[in-house]
T-cell receptor
Framework: NAGVTQTPKFQVLKTGQSMTLQCAQD?????MYWYRQDPGMGLRLIYY???????DKGEVPNGYNVSRLNKREFSLRLESAAPSQTSVYFCASSEIPQGGYTFGSGTRLTVV | GDSVTQMEGPVTLSEEAFLTINCTYT??????LFWYVQYPGEGLQLLLK???ADDKGSNKGFEATYRKETTSFHLEKGSVQVSDSAVYFC????????????WGAGTKLIIKP
């Protein structure tokens, strides 16, 4: 009964380094999402995948890329990390958006 | 465009007090409405939802009624506990859309013993 699993839970990067945040869901959901959460800014959508094989930009896509590897997995890549990308990142999935989302527990990323 | 407005926090109450967190929305169609809760250090959890006008969502003692006439979905609980301290998010999604949820800014709730 894992739901949405994110790895890693914590990460510290130096400016310019790259990394990939992993997300996997075991609920056979069609849609998956990546959000960032910053103090006072609420949740902001980075990218989403409405179904396997498709990805679309959200509100704040600059500096990120995504891959919908299969129906279960949706990864987020930072090619050249910047201090402005210090945030908590959440992955979520849904069968249909109207049914509500299931969230992972988050990745706390610090870029120094 | 669609939007969700929540009352600003933090909201500070004593244990066993009555809770209301206001949420109003603007939408072009017929949205589904949600309340999510985020406990400290955790991800968001779906608390309750309503998919059409006059529906009442309920869970863990929390309730919210979909009021189309006032475009509102206020969250209520009759007697709060310290364990209810969290951030609460109101959100909507249009019924005929495959787009993402539209989120409110969140309201921090602090319950004092």
């Amino acid at each position: 009964n894992a739901g949405v699993t994110q790895t890693p839970k914590f990460q510290v990067l130096k400016t310019g380094q790259s990394m990939t945040l992993q997300c996997a869901q075991d609920m056979n959901h069609n849609s998956m999402y990546w959000y960032r959460q910053d103090p006072g800014m609420g949740l902001r959508l980075i990218y989403y995948s409405a179904s396997e094989g498709t990805t679309d930009k959200g509100e704040v896509p600059n500096g990120y890329n995504v891959s919908r590897l299969n129906k279960r997995e949706f990864s987020l890549r930072l090619e050249s990390a910047a201090p402005s990308q210090t945030s908590v990142y959440f992955c979520a999935s849904s069968e249909i958006p109207q049914g509500g989302y299931t969230f992972g527990s988050g990745t706390r990323l610090t870029v120094v | 465009g669609d939007s969700v407005t929540q009352m600003e926090g933090p909201v500070t109450l004593s244990e066993e007090a009555f809770l209301t967190i206001n949420c109003t929305y603007t939408a072009t169609g017929y949205p589904s409405l949600f309340w999510y809760v985020q406990y400290p250090g955790e991800g968001l959890q779906l608390l309750l939802k309503a998919t059409k006008a006059d529906d009442k969502g309920s869970n863990k003692g929390f309730e919210a009624t979909y009021r189309k006439e006032t475009t509102s979905f206020h969250l209520e609980k009759g007697s709060v506990q310290v364990s209810d301290s969290a951030v609460y998010f109101c959100a909507l999604v249009e019924r005929d859309s495959n787009y993402q949820l539209i989120w409110g800014a969140g309201t921090k709730l602090i319950i004092k013993p």
